[in-house]
């Protein structure tokens, strides 16, 4: 009998898509949401149930959220590919999209590595309720000090990006992608290792990288453009890996499920990158951080005290 249903299929892709981008960690909800729930959601959903193919469901539908990050920044994928290739050709490190293209893979190196070394031994271990709604609290304890520690007050007058003069005429994707090119290759590195604090469940992945970059003194925007390039491999590659379980007798009796659950994430993720793109032109973290400081504290009061 399958232990996924279609409605749970489809509640977990839409709440997937939606989270893993939100700076407030997909993996914490996917966890703190069904036990919330109870019944047959806490029972079916439970990633750190022995033999349960949950957590290799949400991994596969962390492919369908990638492909609609890929779909989103397709033109900054192109000039990223289009950099990287030249650069290999060349052998040279001149422009906006070589240096673009080598910064992200510098970034990624760190969480590659921890992601094949920690990763299973984070997610069995804190994968329950109570470890993730302390990660959740710290996430968003993490979120308000970034604004309050680094910029003062709320941050607000530095959430946006300006122009300078003489760049006008550019497009805001290529302003963006120069300011970025801009940084050294160790800030990338420390900013891509930050996707580690992710492996702790409740502990978000963009809200970990955007964090670091506004740390490192980038704006916002730029910050969460970031993010989101960097988040593209590394949640592609993981779920390259787990998806051909889903191929074989741990997919049994919920292919289906599974595909409907990824359709809904695929439109999540693209429908919250398109939001969340122009949310950081002017907005800062402070709202996700209140959230998830409520949420963390109001979950571990309902499971401990309960």
């Known amino acids: 009998m399958s232990v996924l249903t279609y409605p749970e299929a489809v509640g977990v892709g839409l709440l997937q898509g939606v989270t893993e981008l939100f700076p407030v960690s997909s993996l914490g909800h996917s966890i703190l949401v069904p036990a919330l729930l109870g019944g047959h959601w806490q029972r079916d959903l439970n990633v750190s149930a022995e ?4 957590l290799n469901v949400l991994i596969g539908l962390h492919l369908a959220t990638a492909l609609a990050l890929v779909v989103f ?4 994928w192109a000039r990223v590919l289009r950099g990287l290739v030249s650069s290999v050709r060349e052998r040279r490190i001149e422009t906006v999209e070589q240096r673009l293209a080598w910064l992200l893979v510098a970034a990624t190196i760190p969480v590659g590595i921890a992601g094949l070394a920690l990763d299973s031994v984070f997610r069995s271990t804190l994968g329950r309720p109570v470890p993730t709604a302390v990660f959740l609290s710290l996430n968003g304890v993490v979120l308000y000090l970034t604004e309050r520690l ?8 530095r959430a946006g990006a300006s122009v300078a003069p003489g760049e006008e005429h550019l497009d805001p994707q290529e302003l963006s992608d120069r300011r970025i090119a801009g940084l050294t290759f160790r800030t990338a590195m420390v900013i891509g290792a930050a996707q580690i604090l992710a492996l702790c469940p409740g502990i978000s992945r963009s809200g970990s990288t955007i964090s670091a970059g506004v740390f490192k003194g ?3 925007e ?5 993010a989101f390039l960097l988040a593209t491999p590394v949640i592609g590659a993981a779920a390259l890996l787990k998806v051909p379980s889903l191929l074989g007798p ?10 409907a659950g990824a359709a809904a994430s695929f439109v999540a993720g693209y429908v919250a990158v398109k939001y969340l793109t122009k949310y950081f032109e002017t907005r800062t973290l402070t709202p996700f951080a209140i959230y998830c400081t409520l949420a963390g ?6 499971f401990t005290l309960g």
């Open 218 to 220: 980038m704006n916002h």
């Open 51 to 54: 033999g349960s193919p949950y």
């Open 250 to 259: 741990a997919g049994d009796g919920i292919r289906g499920q599974v595909l």
């Open 73 to 76: 920044f397709r033109r900054d």
């Open 150 to 157: 680094r910029r003062g007050g709320t941050g607000r007058r």
């Open 297 to 302: 504290l109001g979950s571990l009061a309902y």
């Open 222 to 226: 730029d910050s969460a453009r970031f």
